[in-house]
């Protein structure tokens, strides 16, 4: 089918089932995380009736005394207002309503490891599940979690045929729609939007919609347009999954190739830095960047659900995984290479932190480690390539001094002030690319240290300014 455009539209004015003719008033939103709690906030505040319904007890109660448990801009004053005006309510149990959308999380099974990870399944199951008993004629069923080819017709649909009531059904074509009244309809909307801009994205992006049928693609396509203005495509629930999958794994391989280029430059002596920069010229040229790493909650997980629908066509997809999953411990490598060469650089004011030999041996170092989140200026640790570094650079015991002035979780080492993490360090070693970080200044900092090395794995500082306050700096790609 060719993509359409939508018109707009509001609970007010609100979509119909087709078959009824009844409108889509109230809707239950599964799962309130970085998807379901925005896309619940923005449908009330669109006028619907909204009930987001989260396992976790401690989401619903923190909800429910007005505070937001994730960190996003603009967030947590949508959904104060959402839940001010009675059109978001929170609860921990689904209840009847006009259409269903899934947004729980579909991490890599615990169990399933190498060679080949798989996702787990289980929340979007066990989501389905609980809404069978709930489930009425001309209901809209909408999956937006990311989940493997073919889980919609194969894994939802079945669940949701428990009820009794069959699901809209024929081949997805640009045929007529002929909606039956005991019928439900079902629907793959993946969300596609950045952490970090989730509510500007929610509204502007473009949205892809799969539907099990035509009618079920229209139906979803009614109910998003109330406050999408990007453009909305129609195609089957299939299709759909894919293009969420394969938009992922094209960034995540891309970013793999920006990484073996970190590798191949550090062999040659050059600067991929500079490289990318030259190479990215050429008018159809877009190389991204390299790094410690790919984290989060997608990029660094959507890949293998290509694979494991079809692990022996995918060795490209595969081996960029890997190239990205290896990251981390290069630059461990990079940090004790750091520490080893010689004692350049100035050596810091004596102090009662200085230890007795702190260049003789790995384990005297003391080692700032700047950034845990996976990207700049986020507090999300999911899947973070820093927190693979960290575990490396213990491992080597070192003494570790973190700091991540947007992260507020327990870990094994206290986190610290960014001033309190440097002092006495016998090496910055950056992580992530947080504006903090990027406007760190060698002048502040060098004083503090013991020894001035800094290892980035980001290409974030001005190399010709600290290499002027007399620090040691190695920056990844750059041999
Ligand atoms: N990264 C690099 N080099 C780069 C770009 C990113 O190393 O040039 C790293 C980041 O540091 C981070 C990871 O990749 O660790 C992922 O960051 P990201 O900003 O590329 O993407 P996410 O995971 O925050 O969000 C992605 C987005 N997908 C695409 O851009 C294709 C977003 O639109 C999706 O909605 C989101 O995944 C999702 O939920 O699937």
Same mark, same amino acid.
């Given at each position: 089918m060719t993509a359409s455009q939508h018109s707009r539209t509001s609970a007010q004015n609100a979509p119909q089932?087709? #078959?009824?003719?009844? &409108?889509?008033?109230k809707i239950c939103v599964l799962g309130l995380g970085y998807i379901g709690l925005p896309t619940a906030a923005m449908f009330a505040s669109h006028g619907f009736q909204v009930v987001g319904v989260d396992i976790n007890e401690r989401v619903v109660e923190t909800l429910n005394q007005s505070e937001v448990h994730i960190h996003e801009p603009g967030l947590k004053t949508l959904v104060q207002a959402a839940l001010k005006t009675g059109n978001l309510r929170v609860a921990r149990q689904p209840e009847p309503a006009d259409v269903f959308i899934i947004a729980v999380p579909t991490p890599l099974?615990?169990?399933? #490891?190498?060679p080949s990870p798989k996702a787990d399944l289980s929340y979007v199951i066990a989501a389905a599940e609980s809404i069978v008993p709930h489930l009425r004629s001309g209901n809209l069923i909408i999956l937006e979690s990311t989940v493997p080819p073919r889980t919609t017709v194969d894994i939802l649909v079945p669940i949701l045929e428990r009820s009794g009531i069959g699901v809209?059904? #024929?081949?997805?074509?640009?045929?007529p729609v002929h909606p039956s009244t005991s019928t439900l309809y079902v629907a793959h909307c993946p969300e596609r939007v950045l952490p970090g801009r989730i509510l500007e994205e929610l509204v502007c992006n473009d949205r892809v919609i799969g539907g099990v049928d035509q009618a079920s693609a229209e139906m979803a396509k009614a109910l998003y347009a109330s406050f999408v203005e990007g453009e909305i495509f129609l195609t089957d629930a299939t299709t759909a999954e894919m293009v969420k999958l394969m938009e992922n794994t094209y960034r995540d391989v891309n970013i793999a190739l920006a990484n073996e280029f970190a590798l191949v430059a550090e062999r040659l002596g050059i600067n991929v830095w500079e490289a990318i920069e030259l190479a990215n010229r050429h008018p159809r040229v877009n190389i991204l960047k390299p790094g410690p790493g790919v984290g989060g909650h997608c990029l660094a997980v959507d890949p293998w659900f290509i694979v494991q629908v079809a692990p022996e066509v995918t060795p490209l997809i595969q081996t960029a995984r890997r190239v990205n999953d290896s990251m981390p411990a290069h630059v461990v490598e990079l940090v004790k290479r750091a520490l080893a060469? #010689?004692?350049?650089?100035d050596q810091g004011p004596e102090t009662e932190?200085?230890? &007795?030999?702190?260049?003789?041996? &790995? &384990?005297s170092h003391r080692i700032a480690v700047l950034g845990l989140a996976?990207?700049?200026?986020?507090n999300d640790l999911r899947e973070s390539p820093a927190l693979r570094v960290v575990e490396g650079l213990a491992a080597l015991s070192y003494e570790l001094r973190l700091c991540d002035p947007h992260v507020n979780e327990a870990f094994p080492w206290p986190l610290l002030p960014l001033l309190e993490a440097v002092k006495g360090a016998d090496c910055l070693v950056l992580l992530t690319d947080h504006a903090e970080f990027t406007a760190l200044r060698p002048q502040v900092v060098g004083p503090l240290m013991r020894h001035r090395r800094v290892v980035d794995a980001r290409g974030c500082i001005k190399v010709q300014e600290w290499v002027a306050e007399g620090f040691q700096v190695m920056i990844l790609g750059d041999g």
């Open positions: 089932d087709l #078959g009824t003719r009844a &409108p889509l008033h099974s615990p169990v399933s #490891g190498p809209s059904a #024929g081949q997805f074509s640009s045929a060469e #010689g004692k350049t650089g932190d200085k230890l &007795p030999s702190p260049v003789s041996g &790995p &384990p996976y990207k700049a200026n986020i």
